[in-house]
């Protein structure tokens, strides 16, 4: 809502600067078509000022009421009719106000020359012209006004549209969340009845974890060592439970001073899909994580692992840490990541490249 508010206050100032613009160039323009020793006196200002004045009076009447109360609820005759009597009324009233003017400026200066053959002719002659350019004007504040209402409808739907997103990336990670909480509940869980010592330090593990999944990461985007740190500790969390035959390998390239933004918990899923496949109790098994930030701002997250595909009763959360990610992925990186995942064999791999310098947020 604040955004929407801004949005309209620029909108706003933006508009006032057009109207100062407008009017500008239509007040002084006219003088770099006369004689250079007539460029700008008051003379020549009062005797234009009627023209300038009925110009804003269609201009506004139009802009301020008539698009708005008329045009736009579809009466589009009554809207001509209104301006016919509007721009021909006030051609009348530039004509006489001008007329006016010059009457009690004689003393300041000799009456123009067509006031000496003004007659029916000359008068009519001026009505046309004044009746002609007032239609220009009533045509230029609807073009305004739309253009004006086009802008404003766009960036209305643009910050709605980003408020639609900010809502859904809200509401995935509340549900990743819960979704990582309970795998890691089930790890201690299963931890604690072969090895209560080091289950002991997974608790103190995972309370590192609950800091930073709850006064951390509360932001659309968070450092870039932030998060690897969270995905280290949740490695180390896993490892602790593994069997002998697990071979586990890690290496995480990064920068810890740079400033590189990620949106969290997008690998963590992916870390735990690797230990929830490629793990067995039984047979060898190995899981190969690899993290690696790039100087041109793309961050690589590759990991490869033995592949023992869990039977219909297993498959636990059913995918939807892995579903929430990519969701996640065409939220905030719509065309700015790649994705790929493969089997060969009996190997699994997933290779994620982001790039975050395209990103948006």
């Not at 740079?258 to 735990?272: A, K, M, V």
């Not at 997933?350 to 990103?359: G, P, R, S």
């Amino acid at each position: 809502m604040d955004q929407l508010l801004a949005s309209k206050q620029k909108g706003t100032r933006n508009n006032v600067f057009v109207h100062i613009l407008l009017w500008g160039v239509i007040f002084i323009l006219p003088y770099f078509f006369v004689d250079s020793e007539r460029i700008f006196n008051w003379w020549s200002f009062m005797w234009s000022l009627p023209e300038m004045l009925g110009f804003m009076l269609v201009f506004y009447v139009n802009y301020s009421l008539l698009i708005d109360k008329v045009l736009y609820k579809g009466k589009t005759k009554e809207f001509i009719f209104y301006n016919l009597l509007l721009i021909i009324a006030t051609a009348f009233l530039m004509h006489y106000g001008r007329y006016l003017i010059e009457t009690l400026m004689l003393d300041m200066r000799p009456r123009r020359h067509y006031l000496k053959r003004d007659g029916n002719n000359m008068q009519l002659l001026f009505l046309v012209r004044n009746s002609t350019s007032l239609f220009l004007m009533a045509g230029l504040s609807v073009a305004l006004k739309m253009t004006v209402h086009w802008f404003e409808v766009d960036n209305e739907r643009k910050e709605l549209a980003k408020a639609k997103s900010e809502a859904e990336l809200q509401n995935l990670k509340n549900q990743i969340n819960p979704h990582f909480l309970l795998n890691t509940l089930n790890n201690i869980y299963a931890l604690i009845e072969f090895d209560p010592p080091r289950a002991q330090q997974a608790v103190m593990d995972l309370g590192k974890m609950l800091r930073h999944l709850l006064y951390e990461n509360n932001q659309t985007f968070v450092p870039l060592r932030q998060e690897a740190t969270f995905m280290r500790n949740y490695i180390e969390l896993m490892r602790i439970r593994l069997p002998d035959n697990v071979k586990l390998t890690t290496d995480f390239s990064y920068s810890e001073s740079g400033n590189t933004l990620i949106s969290p918990l997008i690998f963590i899923s992916l870390i735990e899909n690797a230990f929830k496949h490629g793990i067995s109790g039984e047979k060898p098994s190995f899981v190969d994580i690899s993290f690696r930030e790039h100087p041109c701002g793309k961050v690589e997250f590759v990991s490869r692992n033995s592949y023992f595909p869990k039977s219909e009763s297993d498959k636990s959360g059913s995918g939807i840490g892995l579903e929430l990610v990519k969701k996640k992925l065409e939220l905030l990186y719509p065309g700015n990541y790649q994705w790929k995942t493969s089997i060969e064999g009996d190997v699994y791999s997933t290779m994620l490249l982001i790039d975050t310098k395209n990103t948006a947020g």
